[in-house]
């Protein structure tokens, strides 16, 4: 089945730096795209999302590139901030078919003033 | 619009006692899920339903974990007996027929003493 492997934990910024958080999937076809972010105490958002290859999300200043060569889609941001300090999910799912999303383990990434 | 609504929001029990957590999904998704969160086994699909019909269980547990889905509008995951090991934050979540992403509630946090 899908498998989505992403960046482990926890990433510790200062405020402004460049942030990056990597992940890679296995499928079979070419699966929607997905990352979430969790701030404490809530459910996962949707952040962004990128459905065929060289597509590119982008939300709140985060982007995150569909590559198909490389099966990834890295998820980064140019500034980041102290609100930014959240759990980030990437997530696979095979087109039409509900069933198949797949999550990655998650990445605390905790930014300091 | 109202998203995802879980309750109770906090539920401390004693092993043994019988815990019903409820779900009402977003108006018109025909696709409910039930997760389990926890920080050794990350975020886990424990089943999911298809227009109040259940499709795929195989991530229940095991028999103590129940889930129904009477009406469109509401689901609810049981488990009886309750033991510690099942304490953990439950999310629900719903999707459009068909298309993805997924909209999650805020998760019920679940205490087994």
């Known amino acids: 089945g899908d498998s989505v492997t992403q960046m482990e934990g926890p990433v510790t910024l200062s405020e402004e730096a460049f942030l990056t958080i990597n992940c890679t999937y296995t499928?079979?076809?070419?699966?929607?795209l997905f990352w979430y972010v969790q701030y404490p105490g809530e459910g996962l958002q949707l952040l962004l999302k990128?459905?065929?290859?060289?597509d590119k999300g982008s939300n709140k200043g985060f982007e995150a590139t569909y590559r198909k060569e490389t099966t990834s889609f890295h998820l980064e941001k140019g500034s980041v901030q102290v609100s930014d300090s959240a759990v980030y999910f990437c997530?696979?799912?095979?087109?039409?078919?509900?069933?198949?999303?797949?999550f990655g383990s998650g990445t605390q990434l905790t930014v300091l003033p | 619009d109202a998203g995802v609504i879980q309750s109770p929001r906090h539920e401390v029990t004693e092993m043994g006692q019988e815990v019903t957590l409820r779900c009402k999904p977003i108006?018109?998704?025909?696709?409910l899920f039930w997760y389990r969160q926890t920080m050794m086994r990350g975020l886990e699909l424990l089943i999911y339903?298809?227009?109040?019909?259940?499709?795929?269980d195989s991530g229940m547990p095991e028999d103590r974990f129940s889930a129904k889905m009477p009406n469109a509008s509401f689901s609810t995951l049981k488990i009886q007996p309750s033991e510690p090991r099942d304490s953990a934050v439950y999310f629900c979540?719903?999707?459009?027929?068909?298309?993805?992403?997924?909209?999650f509630g805020d998760g019920t946090r679940l205490s087994i003493l």
């Open positions: 979540a719903s999707s459009p027929t068909g298309v993805q992403p997924q909209h």
């Open positions: 499928a079979t076809g070419y699966p929607s």
């Open positions: 990128a459905t065929k290859a060289d």
């Open positions: 997530g696979a799912g095979s087109s039409g078919s509900a069933r198949q999303l797949t």
């Open positions: 108006s018109g998704h025909d696709y």
């Open positions: 339903f298809n227009n109040n019909v259940p499709i795929d």
